[in-house]
């Protein structure tokens, strides 16, 4: 089994940031990637970035410059900090890991998400 439970969501005004957090533990060998994603409602779930063990990076481009993806190996930890927030930031977000449980076998593992609002 592998949980990820994410922090750091919560209600900010516009111009504001967050920093969201996503902790992955259980039966883990190593972890290929690490993302972030988000829902709002009426919408389709989405990218917003993702970074591999080596630390190479995708972000989404309605949030580059403003979103920083970042991760710690040693503790299966990624970070997401959220700078200039906008409403139409607004979304819950999900975390999503690529876990390696043995040397061959790879499954995805999704967080049960955070909500972030965005106050104009």
């Known amino acids: 089994q592998v949980q990820l439970v994410e922090s750091g969501g919560g209600l900010v005004q516009a111009g504001g940031s967050l920093r969201l957090s996503c902790v992955a533990s259980?039966?883990?060998?190593?972890?290929?990637?690490m993302g972030w994603y988000r829902q709002a409602p009426g919408n389709q779930r989405e990218l917003v970035a993702d970074i591999t063990s080596g630390g190479s990076t995708n972000y989404a481009e309605f949030v580059k410059g403003r979103f920083t993806i970042s991760r710690d190996n040693a503790k299966n930890t990624v970070y997401l900090q959220m700078n200039s927030l906008k409403p139409e930031d607004i979304a819950v977000y999900y975390c999503?890991?690529?876990?390696?449980?043995?040397?061959?076998?790879?499954?995805?593992?999704w967080g049960r998400g955070t909500q972030v609002t965005v106050s104009s």
């Open positions: 259980g039966r883990i060998v190593s972890i290929r990637s």
């Open positions: 999503k890991a690529e876990v390696y449980q043995t040397w061959y076998e790879r499954n995805d593992y």
